[in-house]
């Protein structure tokens, strides 16, 4: 796992751009031991929920709250992600966990994303700081145009939160805004390989088409705040989003003793919650 820290330049981009790619974060051995242990997760399928697209192809997605001991929950911890988290989010408070998901999108089935603003969703959940909050997508198997990449309207986040309503099972950004901002914003097909990572701020317009292709598009997203950054409408259970991530070493993911999710410590979201307003 690449250890160094941002350069000033790599902020600058976010900040620009709303995103930033850092290619081969995770090395060979580290990326094979997470798909190894996500395909096999029973964990992990069992508390899978189902999301159709508006033509009823159909993916899936699991989804919890508190980062472990698993594989996952290390490299959620882990020391080199958090620091580059803490390099791009605005304000000064410690940075925690919000929720992450294993999102899975198989050959022929998997469905498409309508355009959207993560913090179309957690506006609702009342942060104030969209600043505050960022995704992170860990590539878990290759991600291209053919197994339907995420795509990103670059410098969108610049907007700030545009409206958001129900698209068939998602809720999706005005369509109206979107197509304004194509007029002047440049649309990127974030492709990625294996182990590489996209960081992205809450507010940047994203999407992403069916997977037509025969091979599985498989990624990890954790999704990040301040602790400073109060969901006044999160559930009060779920202390996750303002409690600071209890850091590990970068090598945790390769050298500690790790499986799939426990169950019960992990939190996840229940099949028949309303996933669109995570
Ligand atoms: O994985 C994808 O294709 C889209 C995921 C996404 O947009 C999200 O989780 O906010």
């Known amino acids: ?12 981009q976010y900040n620009q ?12 051995e580290e990326v094979s031991k ?15 929920i189902n999301v159709n697209d508006s033509t009823g192809k159909r993916s899936k997605l699991s989804l919890w709250y508190k980062p472990g001991d698993d594989v996952y929950g290390l490299l959620t911890r882990s020391e080199s992600l958090v620091n580059s988290v803490n390099q791009l989010l605005d304000g000064d408070a410690a940075v925690c966990h919000f ?24 506006y609702k959940n009342e942060f104030l700081l969209p600043d505050q909050m960022m995704s992170v997508m860990v590539a878990v198997t290759d991600a291209n145009i053919e197994n339907g990449c995420l795509q990103v309207i670059k410098g969108s986040h610049k907007m700030g939160r545009v409206e ?3 698209s068939g099972e998602q809720v999706g950004a005005s369509q109206h805004y979107v197509n304004l901002a194509l007029q002047t914003m440049g649309l990127v097909f974030v492709e990625l390989n294996a182990g590489d990572v996209l960081f992205f701020h809450s507010n940047l317009l994203h999407r992403s088409e069916a997977n037509l292709s025969d091979k599985a598009r498989w990624s990890m997203i954790s999704c990040y705040n301040r602790a400073s950054n109060f969901g006044f409408n999160e559930n009060s259970s779920n202390s996750a989003s303002i409690t600071p991530i209890d850091v590990v070493p970068d090598d945790a993911l390769l050298t500690w003793e790790t499986s799939g999710l426990v169950e019960e ?8 919650a309303d996933v669109a307003l995570k």
């Open 1 to 12: 796992m690449s250890k160094q820290q941002l350069t000033p330049a790599q902020i600058e």
């Open 17 to 28: 751009d709303g995103y930033l790619i850092l290619r081969g974060f995770l090395n060979q």
């Open 34 to 48: 997470l798909y190894q242990i996500a395909i096999d997760d029973k964990a992990m399928s069992k508390n899978a």
């Open 99 to 122: 929720h992450s998901k294993l999102m899975q999108k198989e050959p022929k089935v998997g469905g498409a994303w309508e355009w959207h603003q993560d913090y179309g969703y957690w």
């Open 164 to 166: 958001h309503g129900f």
């Open 265 to 272: 410590g992990a939190g996840f979201l229940a099949k028949d």
